[in-house]
């Protein structure tokens, strides 16, 4: 087989990879955003973020991979039962916990001084946070959320261990099945990776600088 042929495979995976990783990254800011805000203005409860991200931060994804879709699917065969829904729920939640970094560095970038204004003309704290504050932090997270897509493309190479045929177990099929060629697949499969990561992190980078200056930030 030649490398014009590996190529073609690869990019066959590349939807999976996608898909996986835009998912994860939507379910890091559904779960994210909320636990940063809890951290920051909800100090009574904040020891369960705490606990939070020290778990999904410091247990290896491997591990979560396989402790979901071997350890729940007896008890849970739906949805943990699907490859694709473990796939995108622990890299998800992984990506939740760092993401909750990112805004809450974000969220004191803004300062106090933006919820004390929108809590003085009448809004609730939830509201300054939802109508004021989330808007600015966007602004100021554009940087590390750019960081943070570019590791959920790669983290999503370990959903291997879980049989999912993304560009990462095409490359190591291709190294199998070929005549002892371990190369080529993993160069070619780290080209496309770079593709897939950096030229998105770059762009959320300089849109977020424009958008900074733009509003005075």
């Known amino acids: 087989m030649d490398v014009w042929q590996q190529f073609i495979i690869l990019l066959e995976g590349v939807p999976l990879t996608l898909s996986i990783s835009i998912f994860s990254f939507l379910i890091g800011i559904v779960v994210g955003l909320p636990l940063a805000f809890i951290r920051v203005y909800e100090k009574e409860i904040s020891f369960v973020v705490d606990a939070y991200e020290k778990i999904f931060r410091g247990v290896p994804e491997i591990v979560l991979l396989l402790l979901f879709f071997f350890g ?15 796939a995108c729920f622990v890299l998800g939640l992984r990506s939740a916990a760092n993401q909750s970094q990112i805004y809450r560095g974000a969220i004191r970038g803004v300062g106090d001084e933006q919820m004390i204004a929108g809590m003085s003309v009448g809004f609730s ?3 300054a946070i939802w109508y004021i504050m989330i808007p600015q932090v966007f602004n100021f997270s554009t940087s590390g959320l750019g960081s943070e897509y570019a590791l959920l493309i790669k983290d999503s190479a370990y959903v291997y261990v879980i049989g999912l045929a993304e560009v990462m177990t095409r490359s190591l099929q ?9 190369v080529t697949p993993f160069v070619l499969g780290a080209a496309i990776y770079i593709a897939l990561t950096f030229p998105f992190a770059f762009w959320l980078d300089k849109w977020g600088n424009k958008r900074k200056k733009k509003i005075g930030l």
């Open 174 to 182: 291709l190294a199998k099945s070929g005549p002892g060629d371990y």
């Open 72 to 86: 729940l699917r007896p008890f849970f065969p739906f949805p943990f039962g699907n490859a694709f829904f473990v």
């Open 125 to 127: 704290k939830w509201r």
